[in-house]
């Protein structure tokens, strides 16, 4: 009885959860695998793999997959990069620094798609944009952000969004430095880039593995500041996985294809968790 009565009263969020996850995903499996586009409803049945050899031999996969990893990559390194400096900055007592923690930090609570626009409009606009009067300013020609470089303005777009979120973890860790073995390396007359190297960065190791990790997690489903601002575009210059499948879906009206493609986003998905669970399991082992 003992045992019982805690598994029957967590019965239901359990059950209520799995339902949750499985249907979708069987549903998804279950589309993946017969005819079933919108446009033609009567045209359905059994199709095997057929829906993910149309996927894979999309001309825009290929495009797709490399926008992905490009995203991926440049705004993990810029995030990680600019947060460790920005939280080295602001770990010491400075008058304002609560309020400076703050502003850093307010970006990452803005909604995906008012990012987009703030940057569309505000910022990068080639006529008005605070960008293009920058440019005139120094007596240059305003660059079109959105037409001659999509996919680097869609990631300085999501890495000012993400840059709050690896500094405030940096800011956190920073706090639970030992303070009595930076002063004693100051004693022993180490410089700051060798406290820098031998004692900030070997510090940082576990949280730059989860910033890294939940990062990558997000970052594959990135699509509200595409579809806001450039549509996949130019051709396919900034359309990722998240969107090539949203394609398929609601462009082309194909739900199987669309299955199909997000059946795969969810294999490169667990491949890259995979990947990255045995990081953060070797510095937490540290």
């Known amino acids: 009885m003992n045992r019982f009565l805690p598994r029957a009263l967590m019965a239901p969020a359990v059950v209520t959860l799995f339902l949750w996850m499985i249907v979708p995903l069987v549903m998804t499996i279950y589309f993946s695998v017969i005819r079933y586009n919108l446009m033609q409803p009567e045209a359905t049945g059994f199709i095997g793999l057929e829906n993910f050899e149309y996927f894979i031999t999309d001309p825009s996969f290929s495009t797709s997959v490399v926008n992905t990893l490009l995203l991926l990559g440049s705004v993990i ?3 990680v990069g600019m947060g460790i400096g920005i939280a080295l900055l602001i770990d010491d007592p400075f008058p304002g620094r609560g309020l400076v923690r703050i502003l850093l930090i307010s970006p990452f609570f803005v909604m995906p798609t008012v990012n987009a626009l703030l940057w569309k409009h505000m910022m990068m606009n080639p006529i008005y944009g605070v960008l293009a009067q920058v440019w005139i300013f120094f007596g240059a020609q305003p660059v079109d952000w959105l037409t001659d470089f999509p996919l680097l303005s869609v990631i300085i777009m999501v890495s000012w969004q993400w840059l709050p979120f690896a500094t405030l973890i940096f800011i956190t860790s920073l706090q639970s430095m030992d303070r009595d073995q930076l002063e004693a390396s100051r004693m022993d007359g180490a410089t700051y880039l060798q406290q820098l190297r031998y004692l900030y960065l070997p510090h940082l190791g576990r949280s730059v593995a989860v910033v890294v990790m939940i990062e990558m ?5 990135v699509f509200a500041e595409i579809y806001t601002t ?3 575009g130019p051709g396919d210059a900034s359309t990722n996985m998240a969107f090539l499948i949203f394609k398929q879906a609601l462009l ?3 739900a199987g294809v669309a299955s199909a493609g997000a059946l795969f986003a969810v294999v490169l998905a667990n491949i890259a968790a995979a990947f990255l669970i045995r990081m953060v399991g070797k510095n937490l082992d540290k």
């Open 77 to 79: 390194l810029i995030t």
């Open 230 to 232: 450039t549509g996949g």
């Open 217 to 221: 997690i997000f970052l594959l489903s």
């Open 252 to 254: 082309n009206f194909d």
